[in-house]
């Protein structure tokens, strides 16, 4: 059971936006932390899309942008293209566990 | 830029220790925090533990009894040893540098790009 839920799976055609959900409590996310989101394409290493709560490192498309209100945060994808297909990771901190990367359970985006 | 590169034995026997070395190139180890982080396969990310260049280190209270960490600073190297292992430890272990040292605004990047261990006699 991850510290930060996440949905299993969303789906949207190209073209389309779709957001992802990062639900956690008051002792992370609402808490104040940061809420970091990262993009795992199929057989490769977790990459970093969104750092603090709603910045873009150098060469991630301005499609992909991410939001914190109260206890949970978003993702938001516009424009969705089939190289967008992957599993989706928020991380945050969690003051009750000491633990320095606490993550969501994943969730599964698919291109229809 | 900085690159990371984990490395270490695919097969581990249970009850043995795990023992995982990461080589960071393009840039100094020095002045970072350095993280372990695995994925059992289909699963989701579990974070490990951090070691700084001091050899200062945090673990993951769930783990903390089996693990070590250790840093090399001359061979721009840092390591992971997860005793007693079992089957549930079979997965897919990254490393990757801590972008700031306050641990509650901290994220991960960049990462190794992983190395699957098995825990199997």
């Known amino acids: 059971q991850s510290v930060l839920t996440q949905p299993p799976s969303v789906s949207g055609a190209p073209g389309q936006r779709v957001t992802i959900s990062c639900t956690g409590s008051?002792?992370?996310?609402?808490?104040?932390?940061?809420v970091h989101w990262y993009q795992q394409l199929p057989g490769t290493a977790p990459k970093l899309l969104i750092y603090?709560?709603?910045n873009r490192p150098s060469g991630v498309p301005d499609r992909f942008s991410g939001s914190k209100s109260g206890t949970s945060a978003s993702l938001a994808i516009t424009g969705l293209q089939a190289e967008d297909e992957a599993d989706y990771y928020c991380?945050?901190?969690?003051?009750?566990?000491?633990?320095?990367?606490?993550f969501g359970g994943g969730t599964k985006l698919t291109v229809l | 830029q900085v690159q990371l590169q984990e490395s270490g034995p695919g097969l581990v026997k249970p009850s043995e220790t795990l023992s995982l070395t990461c080589t960071v190139s393009?840039?100094?180890?020095?002045?970072?925090?350095w993280s372990w982080i695995r994925q059992p396969a289909g699963k989701g990310l579990e974070w490990i533990g951090r070691?700084?260049?001091?050899?200062?280190?945090n673990y993951n209270p769930s783990l903390k009894s089996r693990v070590t960490m250790s840093v090399d600073t001359s061979k721009n190297q840092f390591s992971l040893k997860l005793s007693s292992v079992t089957a549930a430890d079979t997965a897919v272990y990254y490393c990757?540098?801590?972008?700031?040292?306050?641990?509650?605004?901290?994220?991960?990047?960049?990462w190794g790009q992983g190395t699957l261990v098995t825990v199997s006699s």
């Open positions: 991380q945050s901190y969690d003051s009750s566990l000491s633990g320095w990367g606490v």
């Open positions: 070691i700084y260049t001091s050899g200062s280190t």
């Open positions: 990757a540098r801590d972008s700031v040292s306050i641990a509650a605004r901290n994220w991960f990047d960049p």
């Open positions: 603090g709560n709603s």
């Open positions: 393009g840039g100094s180890i020095s002045s970072y925090y």
């Open positions: 008051s002792s992370n996310i609402g808490a104040g932390y940061d």
